[in-house]
């Protein structure tokens, strides 16, 4: 069955992983993480993603930031998990590049420099990640790092919720709903609420709930604000 096959591959990344295959070890650090084929131990997956990581194993050097910055397994410790973030990044490591991007953003185990979070957020966003793109979007929403420039926010929110980026969407339905950076278009408005809203963004269950309590962008409908309202508090 499945669990006994996941116990027969953790076993098979070991003996590779005590060969000090890299692959191996970030395979066998995921079995320990998830507890599968292995019982879960965050300790464990930690010391055998940084056996990779220490090989330059980008993916390893991102999930041991993870485990700094939560302190799941190893003492947290936010200037380690920038650290990591960074080994990746430097390898052009798309998702590294993002997590030091938000790091260096925020001020989160490293000098806040909203400078260099913009390159990283482009870097990465140009390379399709979502999570950059929307937060390329935000930067250039608000002047953070570069200079404020709507319709480029407006355009990145798109890029992102087109990939199902439910903040995205919920921003890029604020960008029509107010006319910010493209014209102003309460239909559209609704539209991109509504992916949002099906995804669960409860601010986008609120923000439809009251077009449709006051017929704006959609026709009024009682019912279904009641219905938006509800799932928006739960």
Known sequence: GVPRAYAKAAEWYRRSADQGKALAQLN?????????????????????????????????QVKLGELYASGDGVPRDEAAAVEW?????????????VKLGLA???GQGVERDEVRAVALFRTAAERGKAQAQFMLGVMLEHGRGVAQNLPDAARWYRRAAEQDDATAQLNLGACYELGRGVPRDPAQAVAWYRR?????EVRAQA??????????GVAADDAQAAAWYRRAAD
């Open 28 to 60: 066998l650090a995921w079995c320990y993480a998830a507890g599968l084929g292995v019982p879960q131990d965050l300790a464990h997956a930690a010391a055998w993603y940084r056996k990779a990581a220490d090989q330059g194993e980008p993916t390893a």
């Open 85 to 97: 973030y960074q080994r990746a990044a430097d390898q052009g490591d798309a998702a590294a590049q």
């Open 104 to 106: 260096l953003a925020s």
């Open 196 to 200: 949002a809203a099906e995804q669960g």
């Open 207 to 216: 923000n439809l709930a009251y077009a449709y309590a006051n017929g704006v």
